[in-house]
């Protein structure tokens, strides 16, 4: 966060309270502000959060005193699951896909787990058919991993290589 931001921030707090010098504010008035904020204004954690980090910044590099940030007042990240298709919706999905290489793109990604980023990247040598797994090379963190490799979408995988070798050929 730049200065300007903090600035920013510490504004509010003095106009919440206008009749208080800068210097004499003190940890509860502090407080009580940031509850304002949370749940008289109804703002989220990332403002909260800003807020408390200008206050804090005003307290050491201004005022010259200890402040700790009082984290019981920021709302906390709701983390949700993502919402996840059902087997029978996937197979709908694959199955209307007519392209056999976006088919077996989409398969793979679906039965591997990998990323779009790492199928970017996979070649026929990365996919062992005898331990029926896949080589990730430089996944994320640029690190390397192997994945399992179903039954399903191995078959898949040399009908696409078929198809493709009959193309070469017929060129």
């Known amino acids: 966060m730049t200065i300007r931001n903090y600035l920013g921030e510490l504004r509010f707090l003095f106009s919440y309270y206008p009749d208080v010098a800068p210097m004499d504010f003190d940890s509860e008035m502090v407080l009580q502000y940031l509850l304002y904020v949370t749940k008289t204004l109804g703002c989220g954690r990332s403002k909260c959060c800003m807020a408390a980090q200008s206050i804090s910044f005003f307290f050491r590099h201004v005022l010259k005193k200890p402040y700790v940030i009082p984290t019981l007042i920021y709302p906390r990240r709701v983390q949700t699951l993502p919402a996840v298709m059902s087997a029978e919706e996937i197979l709908k999905v694959i199955e209307s ?23 970017s990247f996979l070649r026929i040598t990365d996919i062992d058919s005898k331990s029926m797994r896949v080589n990730v090379k430089l996944g994320k963190g640029a690190k390397d991993r192997y994945t399992i490799l179903s039954g399903q979408v191995l078959l898949e995988l040399r009908a696409y290589s078929r198809a493709v070798q009959a193309d070469r050929i017929s060129l």
């Open 97 to 119: 896909v007519d392209n056999i290489k976006h088919r077996v793109m989409l398969m793979l990604l679906y039965s591997t787990g990998i990323r779009l980023s790492e199928l």
